[in-house]
């Protein structure tokens, strides 16, 4: 029962996140352009465009980021992966339950300054939006905290795995 609730909210949280992200780049795209046109052809630059697109642009990479931790598409060596795919069921898992957690310290690392950052620069505006700077390092506060779970999530099920030694390729 509690494992189904939870893969339901797993499956909503992704379908926010992809949408969202998806709205968001969509957003930037449209920022850009808007910068392009406004620029070269009516030769009257807007002047919140360029801002706009950075950070829009921001918040979809990172909320991306975390999509790609979920479906484990981060960035990985060919080289490794291949070599590691040879090696017995149980030592696979101890990789890459080692890579997850190194992996995620370093996201620790991120969550600590984003954290820091959002509240020192909450009060102070951006140049052209009116917006608070902290709504930028929300952005990497908000991924660290997906990405974290998500990892943590990884961790489970690698030790779930390990515990049952099925054998073949680790997911």
Do not use: C
Not at 10 to 15: D, G, K, P, R, S
Not at 57 to 72: E, F, M, P, Q, Y
Request: hydrophobic letters at 55%; aromatic letters at 16%.
């Amino acid at each position: 029962m509690l494992s189904k609730i939870y893969k339901k909210m797993l499956a909503i949280v992704e379908f926010i996140i992809e949408h969202l992200a998806t709205f968001l780049f969509i957003l930037f795209f449209i920022a850009a352009i808007l910068q392009v046109f406004f620029r070269f052809v009516l030769n009257a630059p807007l002047t919140w465009s360029e801002e706009a697109a950075r950070y829009l642009n921001l918040w979809s990479v990172l909320l991306g980021a975390a999509l790609a931790v979920k479906h484990r598409d981060h960035l990985r060596v060919d080289l490794v992966d291949n070599l590691v795919k040879k090696w017995p069921y149980r030592a696979q898992i101890g990789f890459y339950f080692f890579t997850t957690i190194i992996s995620g310290l370093l996201v620790l690392s991120f969550l600590s300054g984003s954290i820091q950052m959002t509240i020192d620069r909450w009060n102070v505006p951006l140049t052209m939006l009116p917006l608070s700077q902290g709504v930028i390092y929300l952005a990497l506060l908000v991924s660290s905290i997906l990405m974290l779970w998500f990892f943590t999530h990884q961790l489970i099920h690698y030790i779930i795995d390990f515990i049952k030694n099925k054998g073949g390729e680790v997911e």
